[in-house]
């Protein structure tokens, strides 16, 4: 996601009014006002964070593991690119759940505010590996959990983590760095994960010995790992699968602001990480081969991706309701109680956009979806709502995501076993439109 430069005081804080314009998936985003600068260094992230449970006996221990110091695969400040390793057992040892993480990718309107939000992310995660824990020993919910009770599929896999660290979606390069303040500013996000699966091969043999890899990820990592599923494809024997969750964000224009936000910071991305290579999907510069910012938004890659998917997706992400249409009516309750008539319609159009989208997209043989009509925030993989019974599509039909992701990976003959866009507006998937507010906020946050 995105991060307005709004709201910002003397002391480097955001306001909880631009917060929402922030989706950091792996920093503590629970104090108001935010500090990004000294949020991270805070001995664990946010997933752990918020997902730790003090007194649980660990089922999982992810170790951090960095690129060599001379690799090309730099963060924006120059630091060489972390993951986290939590290594399967048994059978399931070569299975490999690969996840890239979500959250601030640096393009906006202009150069000047892109370059601003990569040099804010320099003292983060989101820009830099220096303040990544050596390790971290905890019960992480969803599809990262080494319980068997909560991830029954993937607990015993080999679980690696790909920390966001270079602002741009896991692809561009340029060689040397951009100057901005007297800093040195790196693009480096194809370097990054093609040295990554380099380490893993390395240290696995995962193009010879692994036999199911799954590209997942959350936000701006569901595009980073649809980007790079025909490229490790090639690479690999084993059989490559892809898990986007809350990556589709429509190209549309903000009816307040006159600009298609995303299109104009796709393009000012572009301008910095891809002057000197396209995407790390061919097929997509193929079809858009002056246009390769195009790739980066979920419409225009999923055809592209010659892998079966499984999309993951609210059709009331708040996100991209505040960002795409500038529509920020939606209460603490998830509802569209404060809503207007103009901006309840404009949801609804953006709606059902994405819901006609999402049906394309499971035509194709293979792929599969579950996409409720509930008002949520993105990373639903990695949260209770992973098993959470609140959260199903259809309403009561028992389809929460783990189960519907389950019968997907399985390859179920019936596709009403793993294809579920909610067919209802809210608040008619009222389960999950009446949660409370703590629920939203260990659920989202």
């Not at 599509?393 to 929460?400: D, E, V």
């Not at 909610?422 to 389960?431: E, F, G, I, L, R």
Request: aromatic share 10%.
């Amino acid at each position: 996601m995105f991060c307005a430069i709004v709201g910002e005081n003397a002391e480097g804080t955001f306001t909880r009014a631009s917060q929402r314009h922030c989706l950091y998936n792996f920093a503590d985003i629970t104090t108001d006002p935010i500090n990004y600068k000294t949020m991270i260094n805070r001995p664990l992230f946010s997933v752990v964070v918020a997902l730790l449970v003090a007194s649980a006996v660990a089922d999982s221990i992810f170790n951090k593991a960095l690129l060599d110091s001379t690799s090309p695969g730099v963060c924006i400040d120059g630091s060489p690119a972390g993951h986290f390793v939590s290594e399967g057992s048994g059978v399931n040892r070569t299975k490999f759940l690969l996840y890239f993480e979500g959250g601030l990718t640096c393009g906006e309107g202009d150069l000047q505010s892109t370059l601003e939000i990569c040099y804010q992310n320099l003292e983060t995660n989101q820009g830099s590996s220096k303040y990544l824990p050596d390790s971290f020993n905890g019960r992480l919910a969803g599809i990262l959990s080494g319980d068997v009770a909560i991830n029954p599929h993937f607990s015993d896999w080999t679980r690696i983590i790909f920390m966001y660290c270079d602002g741009a979606m896991y692809q561009g390069h340029k060689a040397a760095p951009v100057s901005y303040k007297s800093t040195d500013l790196y693009f480096r996000g194809q370097n990054i994960t093609q040295e990554r699966f380099n380490w893993l091969n390395a240290k696995y043999a995962i193009n010879t010995n692994a036999t199911d890899i799954i590209l997942a990820g959350s936000d701006d990592g569901a595009i980073g790992a649809l980007l790079w599923a025909n490229h490790l494809q090639d690479a690999v024997k084993g059989k490559v699968r892809v898990i986007a969750d809350s990556g589709v964000l429509l190209d549309v224009v903000n009816p307040t602001t006159k600009r298609p936000h995303f299109q104009d910071a796709y393009i000012n991305i572009m301008k910095l990480s891809n002057v000197e290579v396209g995407t790390p999907c061919a097929e997509c510069n193929t079809k858009y081969p002056t246009e390769r910012w195009r790739c980066l938004f979920f419409e225009n890659l999923y055809a592209t991706v010659k892998q079966s998917m499984f999309v993951v997706d609210s059709l009331y992400d708040e996100e991209s309701f505040g960002i795409s249409l500038g529509v920020d009516c939606i209460d603490s309750f998830g509802t569209l109680d404060l809503c207007n008539a103009t901006e309840k319609a404009s949801i609804e159009g953006y709606k059902s956009g994405v819901v006609n989208l999402l049906n394309k997209a499971t035509a194709i043989s293979g792929n599969g979806a579950w996409a409720p009509a509930c008002v949520t925030r993105g990373g639903l993989l990695t949260k209770p709502t992973w098993t959470d019974n609140t959260f199903q599509t259809p309403m009561n039909s028992g389809y929460t995501i783990e189960k519907s992701v389950n019968n997907w990976f399985l390859g179920v003959a019936e596709p009403e076993k793993y294809k579920h866009v909610d067919t209802v507006s809210w608040p008619n998937n009222a389960p999950c439109s009446g949660v409370t507010t703590l629920q939203r906020s260990l659920m989202t946050e």
